[in-house]
């Protein structure tokens, strides 16, 4: 946590030192401090929770799935394993066993969590964005790409503004179709598992009547 505020601290310095240099007006000095530095700092501060989530729960579900194998080997050579005293026998084949329940239930958590929020797509686009914005500023600041036939910062930076806008509502977007898509798709889920389970209650019911 240190580290990440600390990065964001450094680029809101840095930043702001570069906006001191431009001859800008203070409205627009204001622009570029609330609007476009501030989604800077707090995509930075998405992308890289996302990443951590996205890190942590896969690095779970794939450690977790390499031991249950183990586990489940365990408990059946356990079977056959005789110890003199029984009651240390049943003891260590209780631990594995829920050893073995546990570790799955935190794997399938974990899987399930990743798959509902995201995380990894989550981190890629907002990386994606933030860099896209720290790109506009970055040639803003050094009047290059698209800001090189303008000869100071004040003439260019209505262009500028223009990207930084664009680029803010493809975020804007992006995510909305996104959480959209996530719905319709945790609604098609609910209908499959209630139509599931309405055919296993008929299939149920028949076999009842045929006895």
């Known amino acids: 946590m240190v580290k990440k505020d600390s990065y964001q601290e450094f680029l809101k310095e840095d930043f ?24 800077v700092l707090w995509m930075e501060g998405k992308a890289n929770s996302s990443r951590d989530r996205h890190y942590f729960l896969r ?4 450690i977790g799935g390499v031991i249950l194998p183990a586990l489940v080997s365990l408990n059946i050579n356990t ?12 003891r260590i084949r209780d631990v594995i066993i829920w050893s073995t329940f546990g570790l799955s ?4 958590i974990s899987a399930a969590i990743e798959e ?25 600041s050094q ?15 209505n262009l500028f503004a223009d990207h930084v806008e664009d680029i803010i509502q ?3 977007e992006i995510y909305a179709t996104q959480v959209i898509q996530e719905k319709k798709e945790e609604k098609q889920n609910q209908e499959d598992y209630i139509l599931l389970q309405n055919t296993k209650t008929t299939s149920l019911v028949e076999k009842k009547e045929e006895e």
Do not use: C
């Open 79 to 90: 079977t056959n394993f005789k110890v003199n005293n029984i009651e240390t026998s049943t």
């Open 16 to 39: 702001n030192k570069l906006f001191a240099g431009m001859k800008l007006g203070d409205v627009q000095k204001h622009f570029l401090r609330s609007r476009w530095l501030d989604q």
């Open 170 to 172: 493809r975020d804007v």
């Open 105 to 108: 239930q935190i794997v399938a």
């Open 143 to 157: 009047l290059t790409g698209p800001y090189r036939n303008y000869t100071s910062h004040e003439e260019a930076f």
């Open 59 to 62: 690095i779970t579900t794939i």
């Open 116 to 140: 509902f929020f995201h995380y990894g797509e989550r981190w890629r686009h907002y990386r994606r964005t933030v860099e896209s914005l720290k790109t506009q500023g970055w040639q803003f």
